[in-house]
């Protein structure tokens, strides 16, 4: 008879872990020089893919390449651009094809829109938040399908719990990121099998972002200080915290290999049990 806990111990033992079998890959990932972006540049770049990240500041951009080059065992390279204009997403596309000899991932991602109330936000907002949010998807998509597609790759939206719940005072989070889960869900029919096409939905984690909402509400006057918000953002989650970036990298880099090759066209949460979504 086995004993399963031996096992179980003798696994843990000798550290053996999930091996992704996506080494030597090249990947594509916008918005990296920060936050869940550079969370799964990481992530891939620790299972030995080639990844290029992307970033507005040149100079903080040229940090993190630095910061990564001494943390995985892919080649890191970067390119900087704005992911809402059409031009900078071309010049990545082709940039990261020519530096890595092809593209096999693309994963999306983009800063958040402003915190706003519904009454406060006027259409320019929510033009350019369509641009960052889900332009920056389809122009990203449109130019590297064909080399993804050579590969038999996948892509993987990074977006929002918001697209499940809404969160008080981001109206633009709220709407304008439903637009991403619809046209992966499209994705994922018209493109496969050659493609899959996921999306990750990020709950809180501990970023620049949580940072950046948390000194909106002190301002607002929602809250007294800053401990107080965060406490804020982890009374519903089960796991009393918030989430670590690379959980959420890992989760990418999983979805981004062969080892999750029958997961297609899912939305799938990732918030410590947060939310109150039967679906």
């Not at 000798?14 to 990481?42: H, P, T, W, Y």
């Not at 939206?157 to 991403?180: C, D, F, G, W």
């Not at 809250?223 to 009374?235: F, M, N, P, Q, V």
């Not at 090759?261 to 939310?275: C, E, H, L, R, V």
Request: charged share 30%; aromatic share 4%; proline share 4%.
């Amino acid at each position: 008879m086995i004993d399963y806990i031996k096992v179980c111990n003798d696994y843990k033992i000798k550290g053996f872990s999930m091996k992704l079998d996506i080494e030597n890959n090249s990947a594509l990932v916008l918005a990296s020089s920060s936050g869940l972006g550079r969370a799964s540049a990481k992530a891939l770049g620790k299972e030995g893919v080639n990844v290029t990240i992307n970033g507005r500041d040149e100079g903080k951009l040229e940090r993190t390449i630095k910061d990564l080059d001494h943390e995985v065992k892919g080649d890191i390279k970067g390119i900087q651009g704005d992911i809402s204009k059409k031009e900078d997403i071309k010049k990545m596309v082709e940039q990261t094809v020519k530096n890595q000899d092809g593209l096999d991932h693309l994963v999306t991602c983009a800063g958040g829109p402003p915190s706003k109330a519904f009454v406060d936000t006027d259409d320019q907002d929510w033009y350019e938040n369509f641009d960052l949010l889900v332009m920056s998807v389809v122009r990203s998509v449109r130019e590297s399908v064909e080399y993804l597609r050579e590969g038999k790759g996948t892509i993987v939206n990074i977006t929002s719990m918001s697209v499940k719940e809404a969160i008080p005072n981001l109206v633009l989070s709220n709407s304008v990121r439903m637009s991403v889960i619809g046209l992966m869900k499209t994705l994922s029919k018209e493109l496969g099998p050659d493609i899959r096409a996921n999306s990750v939905l990020p709950g809180p984690h501990k970023t620049g972002r949580i940072e950046e909402l948390i000194e909106d509400e002190l301002e607002r006057g929602d809250i007294a200080s800053y401990d107080e918000g965060l406490k804020r953002w982890t009374k519903d989650i089960p796991l009393n915290r918030i989430g670590r970036p690379i959980e959420l990298g890992e989760l990418v880099a999983f979805l981004s290999s062969p080892r999750s090759s029958f997961i297609n066209g899912a939305a799938i949460p990732i918030d410590g049990g947060g939310s109150c979504s039967n679906l």
